[in-house]
């Protein structure tokens, strides 16, 4: 669902990726890293979607939060394990969200 | 696919949102949307996948370029069809794109 974020400024990392063929573990991999995540201090939501490409978007409140998930022992070897099996490409985007505004019926 | 961005920094417009049932003429105005998307001065990329969720982020040079989009007519129409035909509910969120790295196999 859309991520109920507090009012800005915090920080988006935009992750898009393209994945290889076969789950070879993904799926399983991808719920844990976003429990993982729930725990990390800083942590304030997750969006995720895929068709051909995929994004997930992850919210942070500062750069400090996003740095420490980013050194996290479990984590790290996840992304290792990214880079082997599951993507063909991907890019990762840290941004500073600046202003928001929604709409719900 | 993965939008091919220049160095940052550059503004990203990170659109979430649930659809209602039903196309109603969303797929067309869609495709219409990132044809005249890409045609605006400043405009980067755009990347976008949909399941339960949809993510769209389009990628900008400044936020005057975004400021422009806002304010193009054909655009603006097609938000407010938006607004009462196609979502449920959305988000958009404005953040200026600070780090980015990549990997390609």
Same mark, same amino acid.
Do not use: C
């Given at each position: 669902? +859309?991520?109920?974020?507090? =009012?800005? #400024?915090?920080?988006?990392? +935009?992750?898009?990726?393209?994945? #290889?063929? !076969?789950? %070879?573990?993904?799926?399983?991999?991808?719920? /844990?890293?976003?429990?993982?995540? /729930?725990?990390?201090? !800083?942590?304030?939501?997750?969006?995720?979607?895929?068709?051909?490409?995929?994004? #997930?978007?992850?919210? $942070?409140?500062?750069?400090?939060?996003?740095?420490?998930?980013?050194? %996290?022992? =479990?984590?790290?070897? *996840?992304?290792?394990?990214?880079?082997? @099996? $599951?993507? /063909?490409?991907?890019?990762?985007? +840290?941004?500073? *969200? =600046?202003? @928001?505004? !929604?709409?719900?019926?």
């Amino acid at each position: 669902m +859309i991520a109920q974020t507090p =009012e800005p #400024t915090y920080y988006a990392v +935009i992750f898009t990726s393209v994945r #290889t063929e !076969g789950d %070879n573990g993904y799926a399983a991999a991808s719920e /844990r890293m976003v429990e993982l995540a /729930r725990q990390q201090d !800083g942590f304030l939501g997750v969006e995720s979607a895929r068709e051909e490409l995929g994004i #997930t978007v992850s919210y $942070w409140r500062d750069l400090d939060s996003i740095k420490r998930w980013k050194e %996290n022992a =479990e984590h790290a070897a *996840v992304r290792e394990k990214g880079r082997r @099996d $599951w993507y /063909r490409s991907f890019k990762t985007r +840290i941004a500073k *969200v =600046e202003h @928001d505004y !929604g709409f719900e019926k």
